[in-house]
């Protein structure tokens, strides 16, 4: 039976979409013969929801709000101004000034929102236009247009063409007339977020939309009128970023305050809501301890209310999990069940506890409930992360309960294991960072896959994107959690992969090893074999591209046009071009049929560009295309630097007859006399820096001429290679099949390509530091760590033959891993010679415990405690992969002796 409250607002529903204004209570409880007082009550329900939007008036009209939608988690959910907690208080005058900005005649002010990250700008804009729609200042169906300017910040002309509209062949890659957001929210509002990543150029075309109401799309001389009233959101200080007479077009700036500048009993409502926004999610009560929300009151937070939510959103999810173990009715909520750096708000309780303890009462727990007073949550939108695992069990099921034979389920199962990879990494955030990976990850993990993928890296010798780390750090930390909890793994696909895939293979294996050492548990071969798919990422990544062209070489004789093909594929790196050998002996009808296969077969529907050298060949695409219906565009004068033309072309550009007519018209450009292949494509050097552009390589160039204007190349025994970021699928795979035979020490240019391990420095960074500094740093440390490489090989090797008792195999990785930690959390840097040192004495220390043999004593033991406490204990921690690895205990008296010598005391 439906509710009264589903009848509503089909009615109004049903009233708006024939063209009514609003409708008050007594119209609704008249149509539909209910009780006025209900009517009303429920429609103060939907309003608060953010479902609709009240016009003020004798009576108050009710409409539906179709353009309120998207809620930031800074603010009570669907809340308006006068339900915004601190409304009364730390907000007041943003909201007052909010007010008085929408009601300004005759259509508002222009305004700019200040704040840091995280504290709602983005929704107190949306707030500024529901407050306008319900004063009638703006048609009830005028637009709410949101735009993050940082969206195309990389690049200028795109941005201006999202923001202002562009006409057909204005810039490459406008291919029809397209209408920006400008037009579309003539006559309502436009929100700009990030507004400082808007060039000085884009300032100049708003502030003369602003002045005149005009604007002019790119490729366009007639300008289009415009009304519409600008909101624009920075995060930095507008005199640094935003041109004066930007500035000076915008009358009211309001500032959001950050979360430290609001009282702890807002902060202490804001945590109320977020709790029972979860509550009403999960469709449980939550309870939690007075000293988790004592912690949640107190600890650093720098993202702000969005960040303070977050947190909780995680406390939440990690409790439902423990409730759900231990079979709990409820959800209980502990300070155990949010990261450390949340744990620490207890640290200065003492500090703040009368104003505390006025806010939050010695109670044992706290409850929060989803029909809470502050609850007015949608339904349906809290979801627990997919588990890889429970998807393949719950796929089997379905599977046999079908009646489908074993030997479909496992076709079928490795079909979808491979899917499921290929949608892991492409869908991978690319944003996470490091620390909020850890929130959720142990750090052992994240030291074991780091290690790991250096390893990865040098043996397969190709490059992985940063998420291939950030995605194996979530899967092995979901696959260790599966084996201490007893479930099956079970990988259908590997088989496949064992063969298909052996060196990643075998690879893995370490990993696995180091996984069984660190957690004394056993990893089955199925997740070896998942732990493997993580290393194919180039399959993954680099498959290649649907609708576009592809190259054919067909040529007279055994391998001529294979030799080719395989010189193209490598120095291109896109994988697109196939070879035809057309023997001499071999009758024209024959191989007709043998190149139509061809054809048809490594056809992926963008046509083909078919090079060939002389006789029957240059009539055979034409014979194909009538055949097949294959299009396709023959050239009959082959060479390799014509091939690599194509090749990178069909990369770039799908419209191969633009392809074909570009060749076509340069072919006398291509004559060896003017392209010398080793010029353009292979480095000479080992080592080498990339700039990367995405204008091109003109660009590339110009960026390569000034780093070598500023630092000297044979001083570091370099070479700076110039590429186009024409497309990133094609450029990871020129950088992975490069990083096979050189070592790519950084890359330099407007867009950061994401590679694990190679050091990115932007275009801005160079050009604003004469010295070039941030790169030196880059190769100063390379040649370092490079010296002592060398210097580490030779110690190990002079060691190995003095210490026979234990696997000095793996004990660089781990030693030079605790450095870095140490250093990390000390913040203190060992010098080199005592590094050498410290570890002579460490591989001596774990041969000595090994055999038994009991340690020198450290006499200023107690004193070295008792001064450094924090040090003892970070030493302590940091040496744990190194006793796990070897399966020993370093005792006290040899923790302070790294501690001497690491302190330098």
Do not use: W
Not at 131 to 147: D, G, Q
Not at 261 to 288: H, N, P, V
Not at 363 to 368: I, S
């Amino acid at each position: 039976m439906r509710s009264n409250k589903e009848e509503i607002l089909d009615f109004i529903e049903i009233s708006m979409s024939n063209d009514e204004v609003g409708l008050s209570a007594g119209e609704i409880a008249k149509e539909l013969k209910l009780q006025r007082s209900n009517v009303s009550s429920i429609l103060n329900e939907l309003y608060r929801e953010g479902v609709l939007l009240k016009i003020k008036g004798k009576p108050v009209l009710y409409t539906l709000n179709s353009s309120f939608k998207n809620q930031n988690p800074s603010f009570k959910e669907n809340a308006n101004f006068d339900e915004l907690i601190g409304n009364d208080k730390s907000l007041k005058k943003c909201i007052q000034q909010a007010k008085a900005a929408m009601l300004y005649p005759p259509n508002g002010l222009h305004t700019l929102i200040l704040g840091p990250s995280g504290v709602g700008k983005t929704m107190f804009a949306e707030l500024m236009y529901k407050f306008s729609m319900e004063n009638s200042v703006f048609k009830l169906n005028a637009p709410f247009i949101a735009f993050n300017c940082a969206d195309y910040a990389n690049n200028p002309q795109l941005l201006l063409a999202h923001l202002f509209g562009c006409k057909k062949g204005a810039f490459t890659g406008a291919d029809k007339d397209r209408m920006g957001i400008v037009g579309k929210a003539n006559g309502g509002v436009l929100f700009l977020d990030e507004v400082h990543r808007l060039p000085p150029e884009g300032q100049e075309m708003l502030f003369y939309l602003i002045d005149k109401g005009l604007y002019t799309p790119l490729g366009e001389e007639s300008k289009k009128k415009c009304e519409v009233l600008i909101i624009c959101a920075t995060t930095e200080e507008i005199d640094n970023v935003l041109l004066t007479t930007f500035t000076r077009r915008i009358p009211m700036n309001i500032r959001i305050p950050a979360l430290n500048d609001r009282s702890l009993e807002e902060r202490f409502q804001l945590m109320c809501e977020f709790f029972t926004i979860e509550a009403a999610r999960i469709g449980k009560d939550i309870s939690i301890s007075s000293n988790t929300m004592r912690q949640l009151m107190l600890y650093e937070c720098p993202g702000n209310v969005g960040q303070l939510k977050s947190d909780i959103q995680l406390g939440c999810a990690n409790a439902f999990l423990n409730s759900i173990s231990k079979g709990l009715r409820n959800i209980e909520v502990h300070c155990t069940d949010f990261a450390s750096y949340v744990n620490q708000g207890l640290l200065i309780y003492k500090n703040y506890a009368s104003e505390v303890d006025k806010i939050v009462k010695n109670e044992d727990r706290l409850y929060f409930t989803p029909k809470g007073p502050k609850s007015q949550i949608k339904e349906g939108d809290y979801s627990l992360p997919d588990n890889f695992y429970e998807r393949i069990e719950k796929r089997m099921q379905e599977l046999h309960k079908r009646g489908i034979k074993e030997k479909e389920i496992k076709l079928l199962m490795e079909f979808d294991i491979e899917n499921y990879f290929k949608t892991f990494i492409r869908n991978f955030n690319q944003s996470v960072k490091k620390e909020e990976l850890s929130k959720v990850v142990d750090e052992n993990i994240i030291m074991l896959v780091e290690g790991f993928l250096e390893i990865a890296t040098n043996k397969l010798r190709k490059v992985f994107p940063t998420k291939v780390f950030y995605g194996l750090c979530l899967h092995i930390n979901s696959s260790i959690s599966r084996i201490k909890d007893g479930k099956s793994i079970l990988n259908h696909n590997l088989e496949n992969i064992k063969t298909k895939y052996e060196k990643e293979y075998e690879i893995s294996k370490e990993l696995a090893s180091r996984i069984e050492i660190t957690y004394d548990i056993s990893v089955p071969e199925d997740e070896i074999g998942f732990i493997s798919m993580f290393l194919t990422v180039n399959e993954i990544e680099c498959e290649a591209l649907e609708d576009r062209p592809i190259v054919v070489i067909a040529m007279h004789g055994k391998s001529t046009a294979s030799s080719m093909t395989e010189v193209v594929n490598k120095l291109v790196g896109a994988n697109n071009v196939y070879a035809y050998d057309m023997s001499l002996d071999k009758s024209s009808e024959i191989a007709y049929e043998e190149l139509k296969d061809l054809v048809i077969k490594k056809h992926q529907g963008g046509g083909v560009i078919l090079l060939v050298d002389m006789g029957s060949l240059s009539i055979f695409g034409e014979l194909i295309n009538k055949d097949t219906g294959i299009d396709i565009k023959v050239i009959d004068m082959v060479s390799t630097a014509i091939a690599i033309e194509c090749s990178r072309k069909a990369v770039i550009e799908s419209d191969m007859n633009e392809i074909y007519s570009s060749i076509r018209k340069s072919l006398s450009n291509y004559g060896a006399h003017n392209i010398k292949v080793s010029d353009n494509f292979i480095p000479e050097k080992d080592n080498i820096i990339i700039t990367l552009c995405t204008t091109g390589e003109g660009s590339a160039i110009k960026l390569k001429n000034f780093i070598e204007s500023k630092i000297n190349t044979k001083d570091y025994n370099i070479q700076i290679f110039p590429m186009a970021l024409n497309n990133k699928n094609h450029t990871y795979n020129a950088l992975n099949n490069m990083s096979k035979e050189k070592n790519i020490l950084a890359i330099v240019g407007t867009v950061n390509p994401n590679i694990y391990g190679i050091p990115y420095v932007s275009t801005y960074d160079i050009f604003m530091d004469n010295e070039c500094n941030k790169l030196v740093d880059i190769l100063e440390n390379r040649k370092e760590k490079n010296s002592k490489a060398n210097d580490y090989d030779s110690f190990i090797e002079v060691l190995k033959n003095d210490v026979k008792n234990i696997d000095l195999s793996n004990f660089e990785t781990l030693y030079n891993n605790f450095l870095v930690e140490v250093g990390n959390k000390i913040n203190k840097k060992v010098t080199y010679d005592i590094s050498i040192g410290l570890m002579v004495h460490m591989v001596c220390s774990i041969s000595n415990i090994i055999s038994g043999k009991s340690s020198t004593p450290c006499y200023s033991k107690e004193i070295i405690k008792e001064e450094y406490q924090k040090e003892f204990k970070i030493i302590k921690q940091c040496l744990k992969p190194i006793e796990v690895y070897y399966n020993i205990e370093f005792n006290e008296d040899e923790v302070c002796f790294v501690l001497r010598n690491v302190m330098g005391i």
